[in-house]
């Protein structure tokens, strides 16, 4: 019995990463007979010539072309990629992962290495097809049918044998031959005669059309794997002397000769043969190459056992990176997987649990159920290759460089294709392939909350389409007069972490309808020392919006003054895209001498024509089911709708449910119904969502000061909001903001013009 090996050269799992691996020296030449192995295959032999007699010579012909319209630029992806950095081991698995992140990387890489693993027995099945005339003789002589495990599984254990004793290297020579000996069973069939037979529907060359378009994609479907394969060689990048060299070369290599291959042998089954001996024999082959009834059996057996070999050769080579990682739940799995043995650093303990996996299969004898989803696999693999080929491209980080290059509509085109081809080949498997992605990235996003996910290729991607959009919204803002107005607010404290109300004001603000920044202001000289101050509060602070799952966009503002931080801030650009047009101030309704800083300063926001709102914040909790208070004064005509805008610009997140706002109004005696139909009519065109019951006019008989009006109605309100006026600051001073000790939340406003509400 073999035995998972302890011993070890090098732990990968002290070292980090793959990355210290001494490789084999490989040149392209494994790369490329790994690949065309892997694709001149079993399908080639066993069921090429029914598409040909199925969909006729063009219907075959479009086939072909279709599947390479999603291998070439998949090819050229990699390639891409591969000459951008060093491919380490893992080949497609490693350049996920350090594109989408680990989770994402593990997540594919372990859907990639099941179907790797399993299309070993998948191959191995296929080559016991080789020894059907033996089976028919047993069958016949004996009288009892003879199981096919009785070849399989003592191939497979041969495979193993070969593969844990000899290595890569072995595996590597062994490869060479069976793939040369393919290639000189297709020169033979291709030199063979057409059949001659004396039936009229029999006769070679018949097959010139395009027959049964209706069953082009069940078709697809069954030869689509054929034009596969074309990255199995990069699995080898861990065992490359050049892997930037060989995997380009070897991969595009590998994916025109098949390509040419299997465009030849369209027109050569349609006239060699008739459509009815294309449909009716499975080894059709046999019958037009010279000396067909052994070598095309013979030639079977090596395309299947090369592409069996490319598979075993790969499949641990996925595990071992993934385990190296240590992205795997389990931690001692993932130190057992990654050990290697020798100087050439075989993943020994990965190939024996790949052999015993693809056993199970192999015992069961038939492998078709997982066949699909085996493919659908391998195109999710491809598609993310060539998107992230295309994210390079449109991202346009400084540090893509590769030697070769692609183009990104090739790569798009790429990764659509694969989508679509997915859902042409059955929209079942689609779904379960890709439910199955989903369980595991739960798995892994369970086991390794502190992996980044999908950051880094995106990032690029989204700087770019930021810029654009920034960029053509200053392109055409032009006529502001024309714009529906909304807030892009911006806010400074130097009180973040003592109260952070106001955080949640901003968070409101930005939820949905409107844009907001807030800057941490850090009082002092910019220098190393508050430059590192900043960045360890702006990271706790971004930590904390992050468990609030907030839309607002967190910065710091280091300054020698508040009034100098005020003013870098209103001349900061809006992330929106549009400039700001909105600050907000805050203070402490318990520290009232703080609202002078503010008054000193929005003077200098005036002067840029920015909307002002003062938040005073109270040690009350905010109770959203109490409603919003918005309070319209006959003073407040510049004021009104601004105030009401934000009101449902509040109601709007999702903290405030649960919510209303209520409107009292105060007017002069006599002017009560005028006020209200006013209002009722302001609602309705506006559509805002409050209800008229909810509008209160209120007449001022000058018994009651507006201060106590207010302080008696809404004591008990969630927020507060009302106007203000620069004269009645100059007339009472911060008395205009601190007469309201009984209140909660207020949020006082000031509009620079009247807003629109459409």
Same mark, same amino acid.
């Given at each position: 019995?073999?035995?998972?090996?302890?011993?070890?050269?090098?732990?990968?799992?002290?070292?980090?990463?793959?990355?210290?691996?001494?490789?084999?020296?490989?040149?392209?030449?494994?790369?490329?007979?790994?690949?065309?192995?892997?694709?001149?295959?079993?399908?080639?032999?066993?069921?090429?010539?029914?598409?040909?007699?199925?969909?006729?010579?063009?219907?075959?012909?479009?086939?072909?072309?279709?599947? !390479? =319209?999603?291998? &070439?630029?998949?090819?050229?992806?990699?390639?891409?990629?591969?000459?951008?950095?060093?491919?380490?081991?893992?080949?497609?698995?490693?350049?996920?992962?350090?594109?989408?992140?680990?989770?994402?990387?593990?997540?594919?890489?372990?859907?990639?290495?099941?179907? $790797?693993?399993?299309?070993?027995?998948?191959?191995?099945? #296929?080559?016991?097809?080789?020894?059907?005339?033996?089976?028919?003789?047993?069958?016949?002589?004996?009288?009892?049918?003879?199981?096919?495990?009785?070849?399989?599984?003592?191939?497979?254990?041969?495979?193993?044998?070969?593969?844990?004793?000899?290595? %890569?290297?072995?595996?590597?020579?062994?490869?060479?031959?069976?793939?040369?000996?393919?290639?000189?069973?297709?020169?033979?069939?291709?030199?063979?005669?057409?059949?001659?037979?004396?039936?009229?529907?029999?006769?070679?060359? +018949?097959?010139?059309?395009?027959?049964?378009?209706? %069953?082009?994609?069940?078709?697809?479907?069954?030869?689509?794997?054929?034009?596969?394969?074309?990255?199995? /060689?990069?699995?080898?990048?861990?065992?490359?002397?050049?892997?930037?060299?060989?995997?380009?070369?070897?991969?595009?290599? #590998?994916?025109?000769?098949?390509?040419?291959?299997?465009?030849?042998?369209?027109?050569?089954?349609?006239? %060699?043969?008739?459509?009815?001996?294309? =449909?009716?024999?499975?080894?059709?082959?046999?019958?037009? #190459?010279?000396?067909?009834?052994?070598?095309?059996?013979?030639?079977?057996?090596?395309?299947?056992?090369?592409?069996?070999?490319?598979?075993?050769?790969?499949?641990?080579?996925?595990?071992?990176?993934? #385990?190296?990682?240590?992205?795997?739940?389990?931690?001692?799995? +993932?130190?057992?997987?990654?050990?290697?043995?020798?100087?050439?650093?075989?993943?020994? +303990?990965?190939?024996?649990?790949?052999?015993?996996?693809?056993?199970?299969?192999?015992?069961?004898?038939?492998?078709?159920?997982?066949?699909? &989803?085996?493919?659908?696999?391998?195109?999710?693999?491809?598609?993310?290759?060539?998107?992230?080929?295309?994210? +390079?491209?449109?991202?346009?980080?400084?540090?893509?460089?590769?030697?070769?290059?692609?183009?990104?509509?090739? %790569?798009?085109?790429?990764?659509?294709?694969?989508?679509?081809?997915?859902?042409?080949?059955?929209?079942?498997?689609?779904?379960?392939?890709?439910?199955?992605?989903?369980?595991?990235?739960?798995? &892994?996003?369970?086991?390794?909350?502190?992996?980044? /996910?999908?950051?880094?290729?995106?990032?690029?991607?989204?700087?770019?389409?930021?810029?654009?959009?920034?960029?053509?919204?200053?392109?055409?803002?032009?006529?502001?007069?024309?714009?529906?107005? *909304?807030?892009?607010?911006?806010?400074?404290?130097?009180?973040?972490?003592?109260?952070?109300?106001?955080?949640?004001?901003?968070?409101?603000?930005?939820?949905? !309808? /409107?844009?907001?920044?807030?800057?941490?202001?850090?009082?002092?000289?910019?220098?190393?020392?508050? !430059?590192?101050?900043?960045?360890?509060?702006?990271?706790?602070? &971004?930590?904390?919006?992050?468990?609030?799952?907030?839309?607002?966009?967190?910065?710091?503002?280091?300054?020698?003054?508040?009034?100098?931080?005020?003013?870098?801030?209103?001349?900061?650009?809006?992330?929106?895209?549009?400039?700001?047009?909105?600050?907000?101030?805050?203070?402490?309704?318990?520290?009232?001498?703080?609202?002078?800083?503010?008054?000193?300063?929005?003077?200098?926001?005036?002067?840029?024509?920015?909307?002002?709102?003062?938040?005073?914040?109270?040690?009350?909790?905010?109770?959203?089911?109490?409603?919003?208070?918005?309070?319209?004064?006959?003073?407040?005509?510049?004021?009104?709708?601004?105030?009401?805008?934000?009101?449902?610009?509040?109601?709007? !997140?999702?903290?405030?449910?649960?919510?209303?706002?209520?409107?009292?109004?105060?007017?002069?005696?006599?002017? *009560?119904?005028?006020?209200?139909?006013?209002?009722?009519?302001?609602?309705?065109?506006?559509?805002?969502?409050?209800?008229?019951?909810?509008?209160?006019?209120?007449?001022?008989?000058?018994?009651?000061?507006?201060?106590?009006?207010?302080?008696?109605?809404? $004591?008990?309100?969630?927020?507060?909001?009302?106007?203000?006026?620069?004269?009645?600051?100059?007339?009472? /001073?911060?008395?205009?903001?601190?007469?309201?000790?009984?209140?909660?939340?207020?949020?006082?406003?000031?509009?620079?013009?009247?807003?629109?509400?459409?």
């Amino acid at each position: 019995m073999l035995n998972l090996v302890e011993t070890v050269i090098i732990d990968p799992m002290e070292k980090g990463s793959l990355s210290h691996a001494k490789a084999n020296g490989f040149g392209t030449g494994p790369v490329f007979f790994t690949a065309v192995s892997t694709i001149l295959g079993a399908i080639l032999f066993l069921r090429f010539g029914f598409a040909v007699g199925t969909l006729g010579f063009w219907g075959a012909i479009l086939l072909v072309l279709l599947g !390479h =319209l999603i291998t &070439i630029p998949t090819a050229l992806a990699i390639s891409e990629l591969s000459t951008n950095t060093r491919v380490e081991g893992g080949g497609e698995y490693f350049i996920i992962s350090r594109s989408f992140g680990l989770k994402i990387g593990t997540t594919i890489g372990i859907a990639l290495y099941f179907s $790797q693993t399993i299309s070993v027995a998948f191959y191995i099945v #296929a080559f016991t097809e080789a020894f059907e005339p033996l089976f028919n003789w047993w069958q016949g002589y004996f009288g009892w049918v003879l199981p096919r495990q009785a070849i399989s599984l003592p191939a497979l254990i041969l495979l193993a044998l070969l593969m844990l004793k000899k290595g %890569s290297s072995m595996g590597v020579k062994t490869l060479i031959i069976v793939t040369v000996i393919v290639f000189g069973v297709i020169l033979l069939f291709f030199l063979g005669k057409p059949i001659e037979t004396d039936e009229a529907l029999r006769i070679p060359g +018949n097959n010139f059309g395009f027959f049964n378009p209706e %069953s082009f994609f069940m078709v697809f479907a069954i030869c689509f794997p054929a034009f596969t394969g074309m990255t199995a /060689g990069v699995g080898l990048s861990g065992d490359l002397k050049n892997p930037g060299k060989s995997i380009p070369l070897g991969t595009i290599c #590998a994916t025109l000769t098949g390509m040419i291959v299997y465009l030849l042998l369209v027109w050569k089954f349609s006239v %060699s043969a008739s459509q009815a001996d294309l =449909l009716e024999h499975q080894l059709i082959m046999s019958k037009i #190459a010279i000396g067909g009834a052994i070598i095309i059996p013979l030639g079977l057996a090596a395309s299947t056992s090369s592409s069996a070999l490319g598979a075993a050769l790969v499949a641990p080579r996925t595990l071992q990176a993934v #385990a190296a990682d240590k992205s795997l739940p389990l931690r001692k799995f +993932n130190i057992l997987m990654s050990r290697v043995v020798g100087e050439n650093r075989e993943p020994y +303990n990965a190939t024996i649990l790949t052999f015993l996996i693809a056993g199970i299969f192999v015992a069961f004898g038939n492998v078709n159920l997982v066949a699909g &989803i085996i493919s659908m696999f391998f195109l999710i693999t491809y598609g993310s290759l060539c998107l992230i080929s295309f994210l +390079n491209h449109f991202g346009a980080p400084p540090s893509y460089r590769p030697r070769f290059k692609s183009r990104w509509y090739l %790569s798009l085109a790429g990764f659509l294709l694969s989508i679509w081809s997915m859902f042409q080949i059955s929209p079942l498997y689609t779904i379960a392939s890709y439910s199955i992605i989903i369980i595991i990235y739960l798995v &892994i996003e369970h086991y390794n909350k502190h992996q980044k /996910g999908v950051v880094n290729i995106f990032k690029g991607a989204l700087f770019q389409l930021n810029r654009s959009i920034q960029v053509y919204v200053q392109n055409n803002n032009i006529d502001k007069d024309q714009e529906e107005w *909304r807030p892009s607010a911006v806010c400074i404290s130097p009180h973040s972490f003592e109260r952070d109300k106001v955080l949640s004001l901003m968070k409101w603000i930005s939820y949905k !309808h /409107g844009f907001g920044t807030y800057f941490h202001f850090i009082e002092g000289y910019y220098s190393r020392q508050t !430059h590192l101050e900043s960045k360890e509060i702006l990271a706790k602070l &971004i930590e904390l919006q992050k468990e609030e799952n907030s839309g607002l966009y967190i910065d710091t503002m280091i300054s020698p003054s508040y009034t100098s931080a005020i003013a870098q801030v209103i001349q900061a650009p809006s992330i929106s895209g549009m400039e700001n047009n909105m600050v907000v101030f805050e203070f402490d309704k318990e520290q009232p001498e703080e609202i002078h800083r503010i008054l000193d300063n929005i003077k200098l926001t005036k002067a840029g024509d920015f909307d002002v709102c003062i938040f005073a914040g109270s040690k009350k909790q905010i109770k959203p089911q109490n409603g919003i208070h918005v309070w319209i004064r006959p003073t407040d005509i510049n004021n009104t709708n601004l105030m009401i805008l934000l009101g449902y610009i509040i109601l709007a !997140h999702p903290d405030w449910r649960k919510s209303y706002i209520k409107i009292f109004s105060i007017c002069s005696p006599g002017f *009560r119904e005028q006020t209200r139909e006013e209002l009722e009519t302001l609602i309705e065109s506006g559509r805002l969502p409050i209800t008229f019951k909810n509008i209160e006019i209120i007449s001022s008989d000058g018994n009651q000061t507006i201060t106590d009006i207010i302080t008696e109605r809404s $004591q008990n309100a969630a927020l507060t909001i009302m106007g203000f006026r620069d004269e009645k600051i100059k007339e009472l /001073g911060s008395n205009v903001f601190t007469a309201y000790d009984e209140l909660g939340d207020i949020l006082f406003v000031n509009a620079s013009i009247s807003k629109e509400i459409k």
